[in-house]
C-alpha cells in the first residue's frame, strides 16, 4: 500500500537557536546531500517528498517540535485545506443540510474550527495547494457530484449567507463597545430580538456595557447575536463555555428552533450531553491533534457520539483510539461508607453587597471526590474559597483545620507565572518532580511533555488549564479544590483529568472538591454531590452532600431535565422534552435514570 507522508513542524515549540538544529545534522537524508530539512528564519522546513519518514528528526528535537506521520494513499484525495508547508492538515469536509443541525465532535486541534472557517467562507478550502490557491472555479470542479458543490456554488455567487459564532468570546469587547441591549438591536435582522433575549435570560444584562460582562454573560450575548442575524447557515464554535447546565439546555433549544425555519446549523460542541441533546446527525473527527484531522461521514447522533467513545469508525474500517472509554453505573462504595472522615464543617453564612450564601453542616470522608453542581453566580466559588481559607465565613466557624493542607486551582487561571512549564511544576512538586510515580500518574497522563519547554505565558486556554491541572495535583495535600477544571478541555482531556484526580485521591488517601458544569464528566468523576440552589445573585444554598443518585436528581428537578443512560455506553443522555421518557421519568420523579 502506496502512502503519503505529513510533517509538522509547530513553530511555537521550536528553539532551534538552542539545539544546534538537532533535527538537520542527524537526518540521515542530509548527510546523504539530499536536503530533506532546510531552515528558513531559524525554523525548519521538512521536504514531505525527500523525506524518508525514518523519524529521527523527531526522536532528536528535544522540544517535541516535529511530527512526521504516513497516512494511506488514497486520502491524499480528500484533502480539504492546508495553511502552508509543514502545517495542519485536514482531509474532507461535512456535509450539513437545511433543517437538520449537525454536530462536530473530536479533540482540540483536529480541524473543527478550520472546517467551521471553511464553511462560513472565512477562508477557500484549497485541496492542500497552499501555493496557488484554487479560484471558486476549480473549487467547484473538485467537488462536483456532491452536495458541496451546490453549497459553495451559491457561496461564490454571493447567493449564500452565513454567520459564525467565534470559540473565544472573551475577545469580544476587543472588537465590539456599547450597552448589550443597543448592539444587539443592531443585528436584529429577523426581529426576534425580544424572544431569543428572553430564551437566553439577557434581561439582567440589557444595560450593561460589553466590557464589564463574565464569560457567561458575553456567550449568551454571542449567541444571541448570530441568532438575530437572517442568513442561510448559521455555524457555532463551543455554545456551552462559560455556561451553567441550565443555561447549555436553554441554548440548545435557541439554536435548535432556527430547524423551524429550515436553516442549516453546524454545531462544535465537547459536552456530550449538549451536543447529544442538540443535534441530529453527528461527524466524527479523528487524526492526530495538531498534525492531521480526517472528517468521517455523517451518522446518527447516538451512533455517531458512541462510534468516538469506542474509537472506532465500522463504516471505515478503522480504529483511531487504544482503548474505549466506558462509564459505570455507580453504586454507593463500602470503602467510602467506611472510610474515615477527613474534613467536617459546620453552618456557615458569608453576605456581599447584594449576595448571602448559607452552608449546610457537612463532611468528606478519605479517598473522596465531592462534586458540586449548581447555576452560575450561586456561590460555589464562594464556598470553594471558604475550603481554601481565602474567604472567612460571617458565621460559623472557618472549615480549614491548622493540621490540614489545601491545593487550590482557581476557576480563571492566571498566566503570570515568568517561566517554563517545567520550572512552575518542579517548584510545586519538589523532590516528587522526579519521581516514577508523578510521572506515570500525573505527567503523562495530563500530556506535560510537549509543553515541559514552553513559556507558560506562550500556552493556549486549554494547554493552561492541564498545567494548572497538574500544578494542583502535584501538590502534596489532603483537601484538592477545582473549579470548573474542564474549561477549554476536549473530551477525551475531560474524561482524563477525571480519571486523573480519582486515582490520586484514591491513592493518596485524601479528598477533592470539583466544580463542574458538565454533568457527563461529573458523572465519569463524583462519588457524592453537593447541590446549590437559591436565586443566582441573589442568595444561594450550598446543601449537605448526598449519593450521586440523589443529587443528581435533586439538581436536575430544579433544571426541569431528565437524563437517561444509553444501554451501550453507559453515558448519561439529556431526553428531549416532552418526550415520552421525558415525561414518564418527571411523573416517577427519576430525573437521573441509572438504570
Same mark, same amino acid.
Given at each position: 500500500?502506496?502512502?503519503?507522508?505529513?510533517?509538522?513542524?509547530?513553530?511555537?515549540?521550536?528553539?532551534?537557536?538552542?539545539?544546534?538544529?538537532?533535527?538537520?545534522?542527524?537526518?540521515?537524508?542530509?548527510?546523504?546531500?539530499?536536503?530533506?530539512?532546510?531552515?528558513?528564519?531559524?525554523?525548519?522546513?521538512?521536504?514531505?517528498?525527500?523525506?524518508?519518514?525514518?523519524?529521527?528528526?523527531?526522536?532528536?528535537?528535544?522540544?517535541?517540535?516535529?511530527?512526521?506521520? /504516513?497516512?494511506?494513499?488514497?486520502?491524499? =484525495?480528500?484533502?480539504?485545506?492546508?495553511?502552508?508547508?509543514?502545517?495542519?492538515?485536514?482531509?474532507?469536509?461535512?456535509?450539513?443540510?437545511?433543517?437538520?443541525?449537525?454536530?462536530?465532535?473530536?479533540?482540540?486541534?483536529?480541524?473543527?474550527?478550520?472546517?467551521?472557517?471553511?464553511? @462560513?467562507?472565512?477562508?477557500?478550502?484549497?485541496?492542500?495547494?497552499?501555493?496557488?490557491?484554487?479560484? &471558486?472555479?476549480?473549487?467547484?470542479?473538485?467537488?462536483?457530484?456532491?452536495? !458541496?458543490?451546490?453549497?459553495?456554488?451559491?457561496?461564490?455567487?454571493?447567493?449564500?449567507?452565513?454567520?459564525?459564532?467565534?470559540?473565544?468570546?472573551?475577545?469580544?469587547?476587543?472588537?465590539?463597545?456599547?450597552?448589550?441591549?443597543?448592539?444587539?438591536?443592531?443585528?436584529?435582522?429577523?426581529?426576534?430580538?425580544? =424572544?431569543?433575549?428572553?430564551?437566553?435570560?439577557?434581561?439582567?444584562? &440589557?444595560?450593561?456595557?460589553?466590557?464589564?460582562?463574565?464569560?457567561?454573560?458575553?456567550?449568551?450575548?454571542?449567541?444571541?447575536?448570530?441568532?438575530?442575524?437572517?442568513?442561510?447557515?448559521? *455555524?457555532?464554535?463551543?455554545?456551552?463555555?462559560?455556561?451553567?447546565?441550565?443555561?447549555?439546555?436553554?441554548?440548545?433549544?435557541?439554536?435548535?428552533?432556527?430547524?423551524?425555519?429550515?436553516?442549516?446549523?453546524?454545531?462544535? =460542541?465537547?459536552?456530550?450531553?449538549?451536543?447529544?441533546? !442538540? @443535534?441530529?446527525?453527528?461527524?466524527?473527527?479523528?487524526?492526530?491533534?495538531?498534525?492531521?484531522?480526517?472528517?468521517?461521514?455523517?451518522?446518527?447522533?447516538?451512533?455517531?457520539?458512541?462510534?468516538?467513545?469506542?474509537?472506532?469508525?465500522?463504516?471505515? /474500517?478503522?480504529? +483511531?483510539?487504544?482503548?474505549?472509554?466506558?462509564?459505570?453505573?455507580?453504586?454507593?462504595?463500602?470503602?467510602?461508607?467506611?472510610?474515615?472522615?477527613?474534613?467536617? &464543617?459546620?453552618?456557615?453564612?458569608?453576605?456581599?453587597?447584594? +449576595?448571602?450564601?448559607?452552608?449546610?453542616?457537612?463532611?468528606?470522608?478519605?479517598? =473522596?471526590?465531592?462534586?458540586?453542581?449548581?447555576?452560575?453566580?450561586?456561590?460555589?466559588?464562594? +464556598?470553594?474559597?471558604?475550603?481554601?481559607?481565602?474567604?472567612?465565613?460571617?458565621?460559623?466557624?472557618?472549615?480549614?483545620?491548622?493540621?490540614?493542607?489545601? @491545593?487550590?486551582?482557581?476557576?480563571?487561571?492566571?498566566?503570570?507565572?515568568?517561566?517554563?512549564?517545567?520550572?512552575?511544576?518542579?517548584?510545586?512538586?519538589?523532590?516528587?518532580?522526579?519521581?516514577? &510515580?508523578?510521572?506515570?500518574?500525573?505527567?503523562?497522563? !495530563?500530556?506535560?511533555?510537549?509543553?515541559?519547554?514552553?513559556?507558560?505565558?506562550? *500556552?493556549?486556554?486549554?494547554?493552561?488549564?492541564?498545567?494548572?491541572?497538574?500544578?494542583?495535583? @502535584?501538590?502534596?495535600?489532603?483537601?484538592?479544590?477545582?473549579?470548573?477544571?474542564?474549561?477549554?478541555?476536549?473530551?477525551?482531556?475531560?474524561?482524563?483529568?477525571?480519571?486523573?484526580?480519582?486515582?490520586?485521591?484514591?491513592?493518596?488517601?485524601?479528598?477533592?472538591?470539583?466544580?463542574?458544569?458538565?454533568?457527563?464528566?461529573?458523572?465519569?468523576?463524583?462519588?457524592?454531590?453537593?447541590?446549590?440552589?437559591?436565586?443566582?445573585?441573589?442568595?444561594?444554598?450550598?446543601?449537605?452532600?448526598?449519593?450521586?443518585?440523589?443529587?443528581?436528581?435533586?439538581?436536575?428537578?430544579?433544571?426541569?431535565?431528565?437524563?437517561?443512560?444509553?444501554?451501550?455506553?453507559?453515558?448519561?443522555?439529556?431526553?428531549?422534552?416532552?418526550?415520552?421518557?421525558?415525561? !414518564?421519568?418527571?411523573?416517577?420523579?427519576?430525573?437521573?435514570?441509572?438504570?
Amino acid at each position: 500500500m502506496t502512502e503519503i507522508r505529513i510533517a509538522v513542524v509547530d513553530k511555537t515549540r521550536c528553539r532551534s537557536k538552542r539545539c544546534s538544529r538537532e533535527c538537520y545534522r542527524f537526518c540521515p537524508q542530509v548527510r546523504s546531500n539530499v536536503q530533506a530539512i532546510e531552515f528558513e528564519d531559524e525554523k525548519p522546513v521538512i521536504s514531505e517528498i525527500l523525506c524518508t519518514g525514518c523519524g529521527i528528526c523527531v526522536k532528536k528535537c528535544p522540544f517535541k517540535a516535529i511530527s512526521i506521520v /504516513n497516512l494511506p494513499d488514497e486520502l491524499q =484525495e480528500n484533502c480539504s485545506h492546508r495553511f502552508g508547508p509543514n502545517t495542519f492538515k485536514l482531509f474532507r469536509l461535512p456535509v450539513p443540510s437545511p433543517g437538520d443541525v449537525l454536530g462536530l465532535i473530536g479533540r482540540n486541534g483536529i480541524g473543527k474550527s478550520t472546517v467551521l472557517r471553511i464553511l @462560513s467562507g472565512e477562508i477557500k478550502p484549497n485541496f492542500g495547494n497552499y501555493d496557488s490557491p484554487p479560484d &471558486w472555479t476549480e473549487i467547484i470542479r473538485r467537488l462536483r457530484g456532491s452536495t !458541496l458543490q451546490t453549497y459553495f456554488q451559491k457561496m461564490s455567487r454571493g447567493e449564500l449567507k452565513t454567520v459564525h459564532k467565534p470559540q473565544y468570546v472573551d475577545k469580544i469587547p476587543e472588537v465590539a463597545e456599547g450597552k448589550v441591549g443597543e448592539l444587539l438591536q443592531k443585528v436584529d435582522e429577523r426581529g426576534r430580538l425580544k =424572544e431569543v433575549a428572553r430564551m437566553l435570560e439577557l434581561d439582567t444584562v &440589557w444595560n450593561r456595557p460589553v466590557n464589564v460582562l463574565s464569560g457567561g454573560e458575553l456567550q449568551r450575548v454571542a449567541l444571541a447575536a448570530a441568532i438575530c442575524r437572517d442568513v442561510d447557515v448559521y *455555524l457555532f464554535d463551543e455554545p456551552s463555555s462559560y455556561l451553567d447546565v441550565k443555561q447549555r439546555i436553554k441554548a440548545a433549544r435557541t439554536i435548535r428552533s432556527l430547524k423551524q425555519e429550515g436553516k442549516t446549523i453546524v454545531v462544535a =460542541e465537547h459536552d456530550l450531553a449538549v451536543l447529544d441533546y !442538540l @443535534s441530529d446527525y453527528v461527524c466524527v473527527f479523528y487524526g492526530d491533534p495538531g498534525v492531521y484531522g480526517v472528517v468521517s461521514h455523517v451518522h446518527g447522533v447516538r451512533t455517531g457520539i458512541n462510534i468516538y467513545l469506542e474509537g472506532f469508525i465500522p463504516d471505515e /474500517n478503522l480504529r +483511531f483510539r487504544k482503548e474505549p472509554i466506558r462509564f459505570h453505573v455507580k453504586p454507593p462504595s463500602p470503602a467510602l461508607s467506611a472510610a474515615a472522615p477527613l474534613l467536617k &464543617w459546620g453552618e456557615m453564612k458569608k453576605t456581599y453587597e447584594g +449576595f448571602k450564601l448559607e452552608v449546610q453542616a457537612g463532611e468528606v470522608k478519605q479517598g =473522596e471526590v465531592i462534586g458540586i453542581l449548581g447555576p452560575n453566580g450561586i456561590g460555589k466559588t464562594t +464556598f470553594v474559597r471558604l475550603l481554601a481559607g481565602i474567604e472567612k465565613p460571617d458565621s460559623g466557624k472557618p472549615p480549614l483545620e491548622e493540621s490540614l493542607t489545601v @491545593s487550590y486551582k482557581p476557576q480563571y487561571i492566571s498566566s503570570d507565572f515568568e517561566g517554563r512549564v517545567e520550572d512552575l511544576l518542579r517548584s510545586v512538586a519538589g523532590k516528587d518532580f522526579s519521581s516514577s &510515580w508523578h510521572r506515570s500518574e500525573i505527567l503523562i497522563p !495530563l500530556n506535560m511533555s510537549p509543553l515541559m519547554d514552553r513559556k507558560v505565558k506562550e *500556552l493556549s486556554g486549554g494547554e493552561l488549564q492541564r498545567v494548572a491541572i497538574a500544578a494542583c495535583l @502535584s501538590r502534596k495535600a489532603d483537601i484538592y479544590l477545582l473549579d470548573e477544571p474542564s474549561a477549554y478541555l476536549d473530551i477525551e482531556e475531560r474524561l482524563t483529568v477525571a480519571r486523573t484526580i480519582k486515582r490520586i485521591v484514591e491513592t493518596r488517601s485524601v479528598a477533592a472538591f470539583v466544580v463542574e458544569h458538565d454533568v457527563v464528566a461529573q458523572d465519569f468523576i463524583a462519588d457524592r454531590l453537593m447541590v446549590f440552589t437559591g436565586n443566582p445573585g441573589t442568595k444561594g444554598t450550598a446543601e449537605a452532600p448526598v449519593s450521586l443518585r440523589d443529587g443528581m436528581n435533586r439538581f436536575l428537578k430544579d433544571m426541569s431535565i431528565t437524563f437517561r443512560r444509553d444501554p451501550a455506553t453507559k453515558r448519561p443522555r439529556v431526553n428531549k422534552e416532552d418526550s415520552q421518557l421525558d415525561k !414518564l421519568q418527571k411523573k416517577t420523579g427519576q430525573y437521573y435514570y441509572v438504570k
